[in-house]
């Protein structure tokens, strides 16, 4: 089978020492990140991305990629020792994760997480090397209209699930729509909003606006004094940590359906790890026959969730590499970062840029196999490295990012950048405007005007031609119902809070 | 008069103020028609939606109820302050100093901050960055130099 034989492309590729080093530093780097709380996947990709300027495009990927699954998997170990979820697809996994450890079975507690998670990766990766084709194939009959339908429902799903109200995430991807027109227009090379600064001709640079918005704000927020208590990390040894027969038994059905419900959601544009968690957390509790154990540590509550959102990890690069549309705002950043190394992801990536594509791919389960691996030895190591104080990580992020942005162009321009979205992003994180939409608006916004346009140039003008097309018609009824949905559930949440007030 | 500083309505006010600004300023761009687009037609539409959403959030605002805006200005100073050296100085002085003084300026905004680890850091990460960057990805940044 074709299929097959790419994969095996890929994996020759994928073992290749200078990809193997890059995907183990991702895939550390990913589950320190994790294991830390308050650094997110997004800020680190951001903070990083630099760093893999200079290298080949097929191993930054590979690295970038391997630290975004490689996140969940440390995630996981903060939620499971300390009840404080690593990142926010970890949050579930406190809810069984933690009485579990507090009952004594730490370790055996950690290593079903580690299971559950590359079995979830797994399953997600074998539907990523079978569908990803057969999307990019149907939609190379997709025409300018229906793309552009598409963009705009993937902006409104996300922004439907961002933290804070659905009606702020919306007007913040706006936001980043406006920011993504900066620069010269692509047609008629007239400058637009670029304030008479010729190093904005090409827009605004998405690295130093990432490492502004998340990074910096991020700073911003965070710093000053934390507490956290560790408790007593006991030494753990292999055998305390290995689940019994039951344990498995009673784990390999959550594993298999979290799997699955983990695989749809990380399909679809807006959804992602955190919507799959819990998910498959309440769909445990509903078909258990004994649902009162949920709770107090059991195994189907810490199994499913876990590997769900490992599964959504791998399946959110589907739409990203079959369609060239990103499902949420970390895809838009990978997004970037490929197109950043000159290569733009979408049905003809697949088809021209093999090699990559299924390197990837192939690197994705390397990935997960090593963090399987590395997770159970390690665990004394992470457990040390939850007692390193924030504050200290704090200045070395900002430097990093300095260095970072100066390192990118060699422009102090990039540096100031970053400055004014840091201040932008704390200011918007005050007001409870989500930024994680904004960048997703800022990446996906001239591609939508790019595919507005052809689609305009092509029906002469006519605004019906999205309603003449089935898939386009279909995509924005389906926009449609989900942003009355918004603007219904925030009038209602308004009248909520006044009404508890009062 | 500081209902204007609760979140909610905060927020569409900034958002109607960037939407007004960005009118203003692509005032000038052709709009063309939809069928030959002009550089300004997308960028018009955006900034209308953005400014119905200022209102509409507004509205949202005052039918709700929201806490009071929170900003830390030491916070916001410390770390933007820092970035700010950093640019000011790494041409001129280069990295090691523009790294020492951004980290200084840093920890203005955390009040936990040890001297001891504080100087640490001003040790350990120049150092760190110098065998990342320098020796290896090669990039040409000079750890002390002097060109006001």
Redesign the interface.
């Known amino acids: 089978m074709e299929l097959l034989q790419n994969f095996a492309i890929g994996l020759d590729i994928a073992l290749e020492p200078v990809n193997l080093f890059y995907c183990f530093v991702g895939v550390m780097v990913g589950m320190l990140v994790g294991v830390i709380p308050g650094i997110g996947p997004l800020t680190a990709i951001s903070i990083l991305f630099p760093?893999t300027f200079?290298l080949d495009p097929t191993t930054a990927l590979i690295m970038l990629a391997g630290i975004w699954y490689g996140t969940t998997y440390g995630g996981s170990v903060a939620s499971v020792l300390l009840n404080v979820p690593g990142t926010a697809s970890n949050a579930v996994t406190c809810l069984d994760g933690y009485p579990m450890a507090q009952s004594g079975r730490q370790g055996v507690a950690l290593m079903l997480v580690a299971l559950s998670s590359f079995s979830g990766g797994t399953i997600g990766i074998l539907l990523l090397i079978f569908f990803a084709p057969v999307i990019a194939d149907a939609a190379l009959s997709f025409a300018p209209a229906d793309y552009f339908a598409l963009m705009l429902l993937g902006l409104v799903a996300a922004s439907s699930i961002s933290e804070g109200?659905a009606?702020?995430g919306?007007?913040a991807v706006?936001?980043g729509?406006?920011l993504g027109?900066v620069g010269l227009?692509i047609?008629?090379g007239?400058p637009?909003?670029m304030?008479e600064r010729p190093e904005l001709s090409e827009g605004i640079g998405l690295i130093p606006l990432a490492m502004g918005i998340f990074g910096?704000s991020e700073?911003?927020?965070s710093?000053?004094?934390s507490s956290r208590n560790l408790g007593n990390p006991k030494r753990m040894s292999l055998r305390s940590m290995l689940p019994t027969r039951k344990d498995l038994s009673l784990a390999w059905l959550p594993i298999l359906r979290g799997s699955s419900i983990g695989s749809f959601f990380g399909t679809l544009p807006g959804t992602g790890p955190i919507v799959s968690a819990f998910m498959a957390y309440a769909v445990e509790k509903r078909l258990s026959p004994t649902p009162e154990r949920f709770g107090k540590g059991a195994v189907e509550g810490l199994t499913a969730p876990e590997a769900s959102n490992n599964a959504a990890d791998m399946t959110s690069f589907i739409p990203t590499l079959a369609l060239g549309i990103p499902g949420s705002p970390t895809m838009a950043l990978m997004m970037g970062a490929l197109i950043i190394h000159g290569i733009t992801p979408g049905p003809e990536m697949m088809t021209k840029e093999v090699d990559l594509v299924w390197a990837l791919i192939a690197s994705f389960w390397v990935g997960n196999l090593m963090l399987l691996v590395l997770n159970i030895p390690l665990v004394g190591v992470w457990v040390k490295i939850l007692t390193i104080?924030t504050?200290?990580l704090?200045?070395?992020i900002?430097?990093f990012?300095?260095?970072g942005s100066?390192?990118v162009s060699s422009s102090?321009f990039d540096?100031?950048v970053?400055?004014i979205f840091?201040?932008a992003g704390?200011?918007l994180r005050?007001?409870?405007?989500p930024v994680a939409p904004m960048l997703l608006g800022f990446v996906l916004?001239p591609m939508m005007?790019e595919q507005?346009?052809r689609a305009?140039?092509l029906s002469?003008?006519?605004?019906e031609v999205f309603a003449d097309r089935p898939i386009s018609l279909s995509i924005l009824l389906l926009t449609a119902g989900i942003l009355m949905w918004i603007?219904y559930s925030?009038?209602r949440?308004?009248?909520?809070?006044?009404a508890?007030?009062t | 008069m500081r209902w204007f500083l609760k979140t909610d309505i905060l927020a569409g006010l900034l958002l109607i103020v960037i939407s007004t600004l960005a009118a203003f300023e692509i005032r000038d761009l052709p709009l063309g028609t939809f069928r030959q687009m002009g550089p300004g037609m997308f960028p018009a539409i955006i900034t209308g939606i953005l400014g119905v959403f200022g209102l509409g959030q507004v509205v949202i605002g005052c039918l709700g109820h929201s806490r009071l805006v929170h900003f830390s200005l030491r916070k916001v100073a410390a770390v933007l302050g820092s970035i700010a050296l950093f640019a000011l100085t790494i041409t001129r002085f280069g990295f090691v100093p523009a790294v020492s003084i951004t980290l200084l300026t840093v920890s203005f905004g955390d009040t936990t901050m040890g001297a001891r680890k504080l100087l640490l850091l001003c040790i350990v990460l120049p150092a760190l960055i110098y065998g990342l960057f320098f020796l290896g990805l090669g990039l040409q940044i000079k750890p002390f130099t002097w060109r006001l």
């Open positions: 760093f200079y109200s009606f702020k919306l007007a706006t936001l729509i406006l027109t227009d047609y008629t007239t637009r909003l304030f910096v700073v911003i927020s710093m000053g004094p104080p504050n200290l704090f200045p070395a900002i430097v990012i300095c260095i100066y390192m102090i540096i100031w970053v400055l840091g201040l704390y200011g005050q007001l409870g405007i916004g005007e507005f346009r305009m140039l002469r003008g006519r605004l603007a925030g009038f949440r308004a009248r909520k809070t006044r508890s007030m």
